[in-house]
């Protein structure tokens, strides 16, 4: 399959490789300005609304640490290793194939926003999958790499949010009370 995708992909245009291997990227930007617009949205929602935002953030990045972990242990080398065309160059020798961060990342962004704001779920989630096939698009992971990336991701990052979220809570409720004034 990782074959038929990255075959596939070195036929499209030209336009096509670069947005696939921007847009991962890009992606990545706009979910965090997603948080801030969600922030700014609950600022005035009760104080767990705004924990879940500040918190979800912190979800992800606990997420793609277990995801550096689960690289760590299992080794598995890049797909563009194996003398395959690809457009993306292949990384380092030292950076692992499994799980993909990206769609860990992805995915788990997109699970921490929809617990903060669930009307984008519609959105984040789509855009989520095709940040993440976009990583086997350019060759530099097989499907099963993005797939168990995006599980972790989605169903990590929203955990360890909801785990946050009664410390959070607090704070939110601290700076509100600073920064309200008397």
Request: proline share 7%.
């Amino acid at each position: 399959m990782y074959q038929d995708i990255v075959g596939f992909a070195l036929s499209t245009p030209e336009w096509l490789h670069t947005l696939a291997e921007v847009g991962t990227d890009a992606g990545l930007f706009l979910f965090a300005a997603l948080f801030a617009v969600a922030a700014w949205r609950a600022w005035r929602a009760p104080a767990r609304d705004l924990a879940l935002v500040v918190a979800g953030p912190a979800g992800v990045v606990l997420a793609y640490i277990v995801s550096e972990v689960v690289k760590t242990l299992v080794q598995e080398d890049r797909p563009c290793r194996g003398g395959v065309a690809t457009i993306a160059a292949c990384p380092p020798l030292d950076d692992w194939s499994f799980p993909s961060n990206h769609a860990v990342i992805a995915a788990g962004a997109a699970a921490a926003l929809t617990l903060a704001w669930r009307g984008l779920a519609w959105t984040v989630f789509p855009l989520a999958a095709v940040m993440a096939f976009s990583r086997v698009f350019v060759g530099v992971h097989y499907p099963h790499d993005v797939a168990a990336g995006f599980l972790l991701g989605a169903v990590l990052a929203p955990l360890f949010t909801l785990l946050l979220v009664g410390a959070v809570t607090p704070a939110v409720r601290l700076v509100r009370t600073r920064l309200s004034p008397r």
